[in-house]
């Protein structure tokens, strides 16, 4: 089972750090994968950079 996420920021280019309920913390690069009309809206950097964690799901949103 994937551990959830606790902790987000948004880095420079399209880049996050992530950090897990395991401790585990790490930097998510997705500069070339946001491909395609539906990561359209991720590509407005202040955009990408309301990044959050779902309270629910505890998903980044």
Known sequence: MTPN???VK???GFNLWVKFEDGK???LCLEGELKGPIFEPLKDKEFFDSVFIDPDFH???
């Open 59 to 61: 998903a980044l949103t």
């Open 10 to 12: 948004p880095l420079d």
């Open 25 to 27: 913390s790490g930097k």
């Open 5 to 7: 996420i606790v902790d």
